[in-house]
């Protein structure tokens, strides 16, 4: 009886891993939120530029989701031990996320170009904030997706439960990371 119960609680405990990495997006949120909260209190304090996001934005958007779809679809394969799949989509994945970074740039760019500038009106100044903090954790969620593609290249081919869950872990960030940047557009456009 007692072993059957022990096994059960085993069972039902999160990994610590998996926890550790749940903790840090609800901080990362608390941190989104905070500036969300910043942005509607000045908002409403007036002197607001008004402006339309550079279309970019939205098809920095579609990428985004897309490569969620391409590393999901990776460990799909990965579990299925369609070895040259996982890791094609692996690298497709590593790459539309660094295009993101290029096209956030970019969408910084035209950002300028129509006039709204880092340290002009407030309005513009938090779309540079939450892009460019956004970027700063795509490059971490990257950096998971690069060592998940060393792991892919570099070690025999293996489907084990330590692969396993750092594929979980990894694309556990990029879905994370995807979501905050929907949650982001939506919220900047609904105020524009």
């Known amino acids: 009886m007692d072993v059957a119960v022990s096994n059960q609680q085993t069972r039902n405990k999160i990994h610590p891993h998996k926890f550790a990495l749940w ?3 609800a901080s990362i949120t608390m941190m989104f939120m905070a500036w969300t909260s910043a942005y509607v209190v000045r908002q409403a304090a007036g002197n607001w530029l008004e402006f339309r996001l550079p279309n970019i934005f939205f098809i920095n958007t579609a990428l985004l989701l897309f490569s969620s779809v391409t590393l999901h679809a990776s460990y799909i394969f990965f579990k299925r031990e369609k070895e040259s799949l996982y890791k094609g989509l692996l690298l ?9 970074l290029v096209l956030q740039y970019i969408g910084w760019q035209d950002l300028t170009n129509i006039g709204v500038e880092l340290t002009g009106n407030p309005a513009g100044s938090f779309v540079y904030v939450f892009s ?45 990371l995807d979501f905050l940047w929907l949650y982001i557009i939506t919220f900047i456009v609904l105020q524009s």
């Open 92 to 100: 497709v994945s590593f790459l539309l996320g660094i295009t993101f």
């Open 132 to 176: 460019g903090f956004h970027g700063l954790h795509i490059c971490g969620g990257l950096a998971a997706i690069f060592v998940a593609i060393v792991h892919a290249f570099a070690l025999k081919f293996k489907v084990t439960a330590k692969r396993k869950l750092r594929f979980e872990l990894t694309l556990t960030i990029w879905h994370y």
């Open 23 to 25: 903790v840090a997006c």
